[in-house]
């Protein structure tokens, strides 16, 4: 029994070092992919500045991009909305459950490392066979025996199958963490945007009120003409159907303001019954005339989408080693101690302590190929994981040249629709002017206000779109979320 159970003691130690002389573990070890090499965004270089004059947005290479990006716009109204949707957004809440959810899978699989003990207590009442002998001290038929155990297990990770289990389960948590920042960048993203189409589809609504009214006022000044027979009734019935196609571009837009206002509400976490929104206007949100722009090789460590996909990959490298060791030993040590009196009093005391020490290696030696085709779909996944990192980084990429153009786009298109614009409420003005004298038909003012019409409406349409643009180069170079912790230290008294 001695040699046996010094046998025991002297495996111990060789499986020990062995545990301490794995310095490798099974699978690839990640490494980050290299950034870009590019160091711009356009196959062609970008004006340092977008636009002329006053309204002109200076693009800085490499300036880092605002936690608060949003506040660049300058609207206290549109700050509480933010606040708000980052305080009741459920898509939010749900990812934020999400990234709790794994961080507490990964505190989980940490144990596994370990070891792990059980304590037991058991009572039972026997009664043996006449014809065997009773354990009871008294030599009774019944006897109640009381076991109490304590056993301990550890599986040493020799090949690194549970640090590569851990390793994945630390890299999907941080997929996790970045698809949150998404959520988050989506969210506010959203709700700048919404404001910035509420407070265009407002400006045109608005527009269009002012040209229904000037071509009633048209029609009623025909009609009084047309009573004193210096008009004939065509031009009033043409006045009337010019007037009523104004009228008719109206409840649209209004259709428009209201499902924009209830999109707003949702992205506050609110049901549009319940929402009590603020009415923006394009003249109170400030054009942030200086935009930062990041450099490729830090797009790739600024995008949550590209900073998930990377931990994707990295979570798909680490499933490669679990398989790989899932092919190889494992070993287990197992060790209990414990007493057995049937005397509750006797616990522990002479004759009733038992224990024992263990040790285990187990091999796969047929699977029919299982687990080698587990270890090849690992592989097949990893290939796909970095096809789908290649191809996030490209279209983040794409994101941002396509904002880049379209902004450049936005201003060339603002600076016409402007002009054309004021030349259009200059050709109105003349042609009523020339109408009054008679040197006009009054088709020539009709056509003039049309044309003023559609260049009111363009106008405004094109702020929208380079305010929205503007936000959306905030969007596609990531929304600052990397600097959170900053602004929180900053912050702090």
């Keep these: 029994m001695k040699t046996s159970i010094h046998r025991t003691f002297r495996a111990l130690p060789i499986l020990a070092g062995a545990t301490l002389l794995a310095g490798c573990m099974a699978g690839p070890d990640f490494h980050r992919p290299a950034a870009p090499e590019t160091d711009r965004y356009t196959a062609q270089p970008l004006p340092a500045a977008i636009g002329e004059g006053s309204g002109a ?25 933010i606040r708000q949707s980052l305080k009741a957004n459920p ?16 505190a989980a699989g940490k144990g596994a490392l370990y070891p792990a003990a059980t304590a037991d207590y058991n009572v039972t009442r026997q009664r043996i066979a006449g014809t065997l002998a009773s354990p009871a001290a008294s030599g009774y038929d019944y006897y109640t025996l009381h076991t109490a155990q304590l056993s301990v297990s550890w599986a040493p990770d020799l090949f690194g199958g549970n640090r590569r289990q851990l ?48 071509q009633q006022e048209t029609l009623d000044s025909f009609q009084r003409q047309l009573k004193l027979g210096q008009l004939a009734q065509a031009d009033v019935a043409a006045q009337q159907a010019t007037l009523a196609q104004a009228q008719a571009t109206l409840p649209p837009l209004q259709k428009q303001l209201d499902q924009q206002n209830d999109a707003l509400a949702a992205l506050l976490g609110l049901a549009p019954a319940d929402a009590r929104l603020p009415a923006f206007d394009l003249a109170d949100l400030h054009l942030p005339d200086t935009l930062p722009l990041s450099l490729p090789s830090q797009l790739v460590a600024q995008r949550p989408d590209v900073r998930a996909a990377e931990a994707q990959l990295h979570a798909a490298s680490a499933q490669v080693g679990v398989a790989a060791a899932n092919r ?17 009093g006797n616990l522990f005391s002479h004759g009733t302590v038992f224990w024992n020490l263990g040790a285990d290696v187990a091999q796969p030696l047929f699977d029919a190929g299982s687990l080698k085709h587990q270890q090849r779909a690992a592989e097949a996944a990893l290939d796909g994981a970095r096809a789908q990192y290649r191809g996030t980084v490209i279209a983040a990429l794409q994101n941002v040249a396509d904002t880049l153009y379209a902004l450049k786009a936005d201003a060339n298109g603002l600076q016409a629709a402007q002009t054309a614009e004021q030349a259009a409420a200059r050709s109105l003005a003349i042609n009523r002017q020339q109408f009054a004298l008679g040197d006009v038909s009054h088709l020539a003012v009709l056509q003039a206000e049309q044309a003023w019409q559609q260049a009111e409406i363009a106008l405004v349409q094109a702020r929208v779109n380079r305010y929205s643009d503007t936000a ?14 900053k602004t929180a230290s900053t912050q702090s008294p």
């Excluded at 506040?71 to 109204?77: E, H, I, M, V």
């Excluded at 189409?197 to 009120?209: N, P, S, V, Y």
């Excluded at 959306?472 to 912790?485: M, V």
């Design 328 to 344: 190889l030993p494992k070993f287990t040590l197992n060790a209990s101690a414990g007493s057995s009196p049937t005397d509750i």
């Design 91 to 106: 898509g939010l809440a749900a990812a934020q459950a999400s990234l709790r959810q794994a961080q507490e899978g990964l």
């Design 57 to 81: 947005q200076r693009l800085v290479a490499g300036m880092d991009v605002p936690a608060q990006w949003w506040t660049l716009f300058r609207s206290p109204q549109l700050d509480a909305l």
């Design 167 to 214: 390793e994945a389960l630390r890299a999907q948590t941080n997929v996790q963490r970045y698809q949150l920042e998404a959520a988050r960048l989506s969210l506010t993203s959203n709700v700048v945007v919404a404001a910035i189409q509420q407070a265009g589809l407002r400006a045109q609504i608005e527009a269009t009120q002012k040209i229904i009214a000037n």
């Design 472 to 485: 959306a180069l905030f969007q596609a170079l990531g929304g600052g979320w990397w600097q959170h912790e």
